[in-house]
C-alpha cells in the first residue's frame, strides 16, 4: 500500500498541478530566508523534486536588520548544505539604503530580493523564482491594498503565478497549518521577532486587524483567498477585452505609445481606467506607484482635449494629449 501523503505536502503538491506551477526540466531559485514559510516550500521542493522532474537552487538575502539576522544567514546555508543543494547569499544593509533610497524598508528589502533572485535566475539559467508566500500573506496584502484605496488589481492579493515566473506553491496553505508541520517534523526554522512589533503596517494587520476579524468570521483567511480567486477571473476578463481595443487604436515606437483619442473616448469609463494602466505597463513595464487620481486626471485631460499640457505621475514617463493622439512617453 502506498504511503499516504502527509496533508500539508498533498496540498501543496495539488496546488502545483492544478495552478500548472512545475514542469518537467524547470530550474527553479528557491527564496529562503530561514522561516517556516521558506523551510518548508524549500523541504518539500526538494522532497519531491524527483517526482517533479526539476532542479532547485536556494538564494538567500541577509538584510542586517536584525543582530541575528547572521544566524539566519548560517542557518540556511547549513540546511542546503545538509541537502546537498546549491545556496546563493547576499548581503545588504536595507536601512541605510531605504533612507539612502528616501523608500520604505519593506519596499527596498523586497526589491534587493527580487533583484537578487532575477540575478542568480540568470547566473543558473533558470525559468523559475519559488517565493514562499501562503494564504495568510495574502489575506494580508489584500486588506493592506483595501486601506490604501485600491482597484480591483488590488483585490487580487498574491497569486499562485506572475508572469509565468514567480511560482507561489504555499499560496493554499494557511500560517498555522506551516507552523504545525514545522513542529510534526522537527524543522526547527528561524523566527522573525520582528513580525510581532507593530512598527510597520503590515504586521499591524496581522497580529491586531485579522484576529479582530476572526472574531466577527472564523473563515476570514479563507474567504479572502476566495475574493482573491474570484476578482482575479473577472480581471483577466476585462484585460482581455482592453488588449483587443489597444490593439484597434494604438500605434507603438521605441520609448513611446500613442492612442487615438477619439477612439479612447468613446469606450466606457472602466475599460478607459484598464487602457491607461495596460498602456503605461506596456510602455515601462510596470504601472506601479500609479494612483487612482492619475488615472483620473488623465482621462479629463482627454475628454477635454487639453493640448500644451502634460502628465507626470513619476519620473519614468510622461502622457499628453498632441495631434487627436494621446501619447504616452518613457523617460527611461
Known amino acids: 500500500m502506498a504511503q499516504r501523503l502527509d496533508p500539508l505536502e498533498e496540498k501543496i503538491l495539488n496546488t502545483i498541478k492544478e495552478e500548472n506551477l512545475i514542469e518537467e526540466g524547470d530550474v527553479i531559485v528557491v527564496g529562503v530566508s530561514g522561516g517556516p514559510d521558506s523551510i518548508i516550500l524549500l523541504t518539500c ?39 546537498g543543494i546549491p545556496c546563493y547569499i547576499k548581503r545588504e544593509n536595507v536601512l541605510e539604503i531605504s533612507k539612502k533610497e528616501k523608500k520604505g524598508t519593506e519596499e527596498t528589502g523586497r526589491k ?14 533558470s525559468n523559475k523564482i519559488a517565493i514562499a508566500h501562503n494564504m495568510n ?49 522537527n524543522l526547527n526554522p528561524r523566527i522573525d521577532y520582528t513580525n510581532n512589533e507593530n512598527i510597520y503596517r503590515r504586521n499591524k494587520i496581522r497580529n491586531e486587524l485579522i484576529p479582530y476579524l476572526k472574531g466577527l468570521n472564523p473563515n476570514i483567511i479563507q474567504n479572502l483567498s476566495r475574493l482573491s480567486k474570484i476578482v482575479k477571473d473577472e480581471n483577466e476578463f476585462i484585460n482581455n ?15 513611446k505609445i500613442e492612442l487615438d483619442l477619439s477612439e479612447f473616448n468613446k469606450i466606457d469609463k472602466v475599460y478607459k481606467q484598464n487602457l491607461i494602466i495596460y498602456t503605461i505597463t506596456k510602455l ?49
Open 112 to 125: 534587493i530580493r527580487y533583484d537578487f533572485f532575477e540575478e542568480i535566475s540568470k547566473k543558473e539559467k
Open 284 to 332: 515601462v513595464g510596470s504601472a506601479r506607484n500609479v494612483e487612482k487620481t492619475n488615472i483620473d486626471d488623465i482621462i479629463k485631460m482627454c475628454e477635454r482635449n487639453i493640448g500644451n499640457k502634460y502628465i507626470m505621475p513619476n519620473k519614468n514617463f510622461k502622457i499628453l494629449v498632441k495631434d487627436k493622439k494621446i501619447i504616452f512617453i518613457s523617460l527611461v
Open 45 to 83: 521542493l526538494n522532497k519531491y523534486k524527483e517526482k517533479l522532474k526539476c532542479k532547485i537552487i536556494v538564494a538567500h538575502v541577509n538584510h542586517l536588520i536584525r543582530e541575528d539576522s547572521t544566524e539566519d544567514e548560517k542557518y540556511v546555508e547549513n540546511v542546503c548544505k545538509n541537502l
Open 241 to 255: 477585452y482592453v488588449k483587443k481595443i489597444y490593439g484597434g487604436i494604438s500605434s507603438e515606437s521605441l520609448g
Open 137 to 185: 500573506d495574502n489575506a494580508e496584502t489584500i486588506l493592506l491594498n483595501l486601506i490604501r484605496g485600491c482597484g480591483l488589481s488590488g483585490l487580487e492579493g498574491i497569486q499562485s503565478k506572475e508572469y509565468n515566473k514567480y511560482i507561489r506553491p504555499l499560496i493554499n496553505c494557511k500560517r498555522e497549518e506551516i507552523e504545525q508541520y514545522c513542529e510534526k517534523y
